[in-house]
């Protein structure tokens, strides 16, 4: 990863205790290419390097920190910077907050619409209304149903009428005499910015006089993402960013252009289809995760909500005394399942995700797992290393599956005893101590 990198371009230079403009041209150059990866726009990279150097150059290197420490916070602090320095939630001292929601069609409005009201009533102790404005597609309303009967949230819509202003108006009178102490108004979208759809919004926007407006944009679309986001600021001048399908391999560069292009925070991101997938948008483990570094904080923050403890406690002795078995891993497995989606976590930890990459790990995946596991001997399970060609075969052969599959498998648990360690060395300590109390 790109620390590694970085660490590595400043190996030779330790003790020289000044970076130079010698000494940082290559890694820069670097992290203009991680940046690229990421998705970050060509001028948004260029400027960012540019300044970067401009701090980086003659700063005189504490003795503790080696230069390519120092650069790496360098680094990492402007990337912060730029999208966003400090965490911005969502005004919600309305009465109620009305919250309006925009963007194109899929960019994720009515899934968002759905967490965010499940997040402020779990989270926020709030009372919360959906409204369904998509008139166009019925089956968007009833979308918007379901979602509310999933999370237990009423939705407000009127079947026969076609005019969200009314019913956005409407909905809002409603929700006074009902007591609901937030709204959120979701709109129709279209493939790509349109005037109708602007009017409309706008419309919505002028009669409901929304206290948040959020524009909500989907993160795999990368450079189209800012274009969007542009029009649509242009004429909502929106409150905030939501960024979705930021899961699996989507890098978030988006977020530092659309940052740097409307100058609007980002407030939340969505990371799955699930209605608890949605994270507060953390400026700096955002940069952290762009620059290759990992999500650990995310990692350990959702980990440390639906980990047993008691498992966790136990999982750490048995890491320490190098006893991590395959019953471990098949107990791993299903809490990794109540989680989330397990390429989600595997990327937010460091170095773990090139390497997991070839190791595709699909919900089905498990089954063929278990099976495999369940026709290992209990010694087998519990040392792994004896497990050799013929074992493996018999194995195979027990479970009803291709030899590949079980040398797969042996593979992923070694990847996941190596995380597992990980945890466990620098920086990970806490996770530990944190998910065992
Ligand atoms: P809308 O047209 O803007 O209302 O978008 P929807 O909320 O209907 O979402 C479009 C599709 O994207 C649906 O299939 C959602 O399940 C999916 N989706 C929404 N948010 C996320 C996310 O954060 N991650 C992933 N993977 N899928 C999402
Ligand atoms: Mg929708």
Redesign the pocket.
């Known amino acids: 990863n790109l620390s590694e990198k970085l660490d590595k371009a400043f190996h030779v230079l330790k003790g020289h205790g000044k970076i130079t403009e010698v000494n940082v041209a290559d890694t820069l150059k670097e992290v203009r290419r991680a940046l690229l990866d990421a998705d970050v726009n060509f001028k948004t990279a260029k400027d960012f390097t540019t300044k970067v150097k401009e701090k980086a150059i003659g700063q005189d290197v504490l003795t503790t920190l080696q230069p390519g420490q120092l650069l790496v916070k360098i680094v990492k602090d402007e990337l912060t910077e730029l999208m966003g320095g400090d965490v911005s939630g969502v005004n919600l001292s309305g009465n109620p907050t009305v919250i309006l929601m925009s963007g194109l ?1 899929g960019s994720g ?3 968002f619409s759905g967490k965010l009201a499940n997040f402020l009533k779990t989270k926020k102790n709030k009372n919360p209304l959906l409204v369904a404005c ?1 008139v166009y597609r019925p089956a ?1 309303i009833n ?2 149903h379901i979602v509310g009967d999933q999370i237990g949230v009423e939705v407000y819509s009127e079947l026969a009428n076609n005019n969200p202003v009314e019913i956005s108006v409407n909905a809002i009178k409603y929700a006074k005499e009902k007591g609901y102490n937030v709204v959120i108004v ?4 279209r493939l790509a910015v349109d005037e109708e759809m602007m009017t409309e919004i706008a419309n919505v926007h002028k009669a409901i006089q929304p206290l948040e407006t959020l524009f909500v944009v989907d993160a795999m679309t990368g450079q189209d993402a800012v274009n969007t986001a542009k029009a649509f600021n242009e004429r909502l001048n929106f409150d905030g960013v939501i960024l979705t399908k930021l899961d699996g391999d989507t890098r978030g560069g988006a977020a530092i252009s659309i940052k740097s292009v409307v100058n609007k925070p980002i407030k939340f991101v969505g990371t799955g289809e699930k209605m608890d997938a949605i994270d507060v948008f953390y400026p700096s483990r955002m940069a952290e995760r762009i620059l290759g570094m990992g999500d650990v904080v995310s990692l350990v923050e959702r980990a440390q909500e639906q980990f047993n403890e008691e498992e966790a406690r136990k999982i750490q002795k048995k890491i320490a005394k190098n006893e991590f078995g395959f019953d471990d891993f098949l107990s791993q497995i299903q809490q990794v399942k109540k989680m989330g989606n397990m390429k989600d976590l595997v990327g937010m930890i460091p170095g773990a995700s090139k390497a997991m990459k070839d190791v595709e790990i699909e919900d089905d995946a498990f089954k063929h797992i278990e099976a495999i596991i369940h026709s290992m001997t209990p010694t087998e399970r519990s040392k792994p290393s004896i497990i050799d060609v013929k074992r493996k075969t018999r194995i195979a052969k027990g479970a009803g599956r291709k030899i590949e599959e079980v040398n797969q498998l042996m593979k992923q648990f070694d990847q996941m005893s190596k995380m597992m360690k990980m945890m466990q060395g620098p920086g990970g300590k806490n996770m530990m101590k944190m998910m065992s109390g």
């Open positions: 069609q409005k009515t899934t998509d968007a979308q918007l979701d709109t129709a979208g």
